[in-house]
């Protein structure tokens, strides 16, 4: 099993912060916000590898961060070619991107780079291994609906099979949202090509996820703990204060 770190965005609303940083490297405590997610991903056992996504102009940047690194786990660094926010290929083209270039059809664990949380990321993938051959995907309870409304809101039935999901509702249905964690047994890869050609939504991967729910078996695990999206400055600066001591 391979696990893909989503790190190809271009940071344009945190631009005021971290200027020519790419997000998932900005400093949260003591270190870069990407360290967090490896050191969840080396829980793992059956993980060989973490593929980093990123683009033409932040690439140096994860080069010198990885050669940084004392690493449990080899980390490679690919280059979607981009270098503009109006040239990105967005969440599902990079991952359709990555999994072109490989030469035998894997499991893959795919998680955006801007995700931080306190869960044990064993724990969801014995849930998801589990659950084979259905995508299983991490859920957060962030217990307010009115916040809902910037994510995708999911329902889930008492085997934690997904019901319902809405991108970005005006009215969420609930508090349960996506997070940015999914795992795709070998056996679901081909499931991109067809939504591809149904759809031209390449950018949030919410919108796959969402076309995986309505067509095909989707699980969703529930995460606890903390958990911080940073999408603004405001969460940012909350996962900061969380984490400034550790």
Known sequence: MKALILAAGYGTR???VIQDTPKPLIPVGQRPLIDYVVDK???IKLLTEIVVVTNNKFTGHFQKWSASQAKKLPIR???DGTNTPEERLGSVGDIRFVWAQE???QDWLIIGGDNLFDQDMSVFMDFAIQKTPAVSIGVFDIKDISAATKFGVVGLDNHQKITSFQEKPKDPVSSHIAMCVYYFPK???GFLGEYL???KAVDAAGSYIQWLSENKTVYGFQFSG???DIGSIESLNEARRAFSNK
């Open 14 to 16: 945190l631009a005021s």
């Open 41 to 43: 991903l080396g829980d």
């Open 77 to 79: 660094v690919v280059n």
């Open 103 to 105: 030469s035998s059809p």
């Open 187 to 189: 056996q679901t890869l």
């Open 197 to 199: 050609s149904q759809s």
């Open 226 to 228: 903390k958990w911080y």
